[in-house]
C-alpha cells in the first residue's frame, strides 16, 4: 500500500487564486518530507525541503513567498501556490524520509497535476 | 558536487528482450545510496531497488537486477524478458550522506511493444 499519500491529484484553478496540495506520510513520522516540480518530459527538481516545526529550506532559483511549506506535524507537510499563474502549471510530488535508523529509502506520493487557466 | 546522468533518453523494445538502463553517478562522499524509481504515464514514482555504496555484490529481484561499477561509478538496471507494463520512464537518484535530498537523472523512457 501507499507509505506517502498526495491530495489531490489534480486540480484545476483559476488564474490569480492560490491552491493547496497536501502530503502525508502513512506509515512513519517524517520530520523531513521533499517537494519536487517535473515539467513535462523533463528529471524532477528539488523545490525545498520541508522541516518539520520549523522553516522550509527552498533551493535556490524557488520563490518562498510564492510557493509556501507548512510542515506542521509529522505526517503533514502542504504545499501552497500562491497567485497562481498559467507557468505554475506542472506536476508536483512530494516525497518522505523514515527516521535515521529506520532504512534510507525516499518514498515518494502519487503527486499533484496543477492547471492554472 | 553531486549528478546523475542518463546517457538514454528512450529505449524502444519488443516484448520478452532484456533491457538495461545505465546511470552514472558523481559524488564526494563515501557513503552513498543510489535508486532506481519506476514513472508510468500516471505520474507516480514508484521505487524499484536501493543499493548502498558499501554493498559488495550485485543484485536480483524477479526480473530485475543491478549491477554497480564503482570503477566507473555506473549503477545499471536491467530488466529480463521485458513486458508491455514495463514501458514508463526510469529514473536513476542519488543520496548521500551529506545531503539528505535526492538527485535525479534526467530519465530514460523505455518502450516496451507487444
Known amino acids: 500500500g501507499a507509505v506517502v499519500s498526495q491530495h489531490p491529484s489534480r486540480v484545476i484553478c483559476k488564474s490569480g487564486t492560490s491552491v493547496k496540495i497536501e502530503c502525508r506520510s502513512l506509515d512513519f513520522q517524517a520530520t523531513t518530507m521533499f517537494w519536487y516540480r517535473q515539467f513535462p518530459k523533463q528529471s524532477l527538481m528539488l523545490m525545498a525541503t520541508?522541516?518539520?516545526?520549523?522553516?522550509?529550506?527552498?533551493e535556490q532559483g524557488v520563490e518562498k513567498d510564492k510557493f509556501l511549506i507548512n510542515h506542521a506535524s509529522l505526517t503533514l507537510s502542504t504545499l501552497t501556490v500562491t497567485s497562481a499563474h498559467p507557468e505554475d502549471s506542472s506536476f508536483y510530488i512530494c516525497?518522505?524520509?523514515?527516521?535515521?535508523?529506520?532504512?534510507?529509502?525516499?518514498?515518494f506520493g502519487e503527486g499533484s497535476w496543477l492547471t492554472v487557466v | 558536487a553531486q549528478k546523475v546522468t542518463q546517457a538514454q533518453t528512450e529505449i524502444s523494445v519488443v516484448e520478452k528482450e532484456d533491457v538495461t538502463l545505465d546511470c552514472v553517478y558523481e559524488?564526494?562522499?563515501?557513503?552513498?545510496?543510489l535508486f532506481w524509481y519506476k514513472q508510468p504515464p500516471s505520474g507516480e514514482l514508484v521505487f524499484l531497488i536501493r543499493r548502498n555504496s558499501f554493498d559488495e555484490q550485485n543484485e536480483i529481484s524477479g526480473r530485475y537486477s543491478w549491477n554497480v561499477q564503482k570503477s566507473t561509478s555506473s549503477f545499471n538496471f536491467t530488466i529480463t524478458a521485458s513486458q508491455v507494463v514495463d514501458s514508463a520512464v526510469y529514473f536513476c537518484a542519488l543520496k548521500d550522506t551529506g545531503f539528505q535530498k535526492l538527485v535525479f537523472g534526467t530519465g530514460t523512457r523505455l518502450l516496451v511493444s507487444p
Open positions: 559524488t564526494r562522499d563515501t557513503t552513498y545510496y
Open positions: 520541508s522541516n518539520e516545526g520549523s522553516k522550509a529550506t527552498y
Open positions: 516525497s518522505a524520509r523514515p527516521p535515521r535508523g529506520s532504512g534510507n529509502t525516499i518514498y
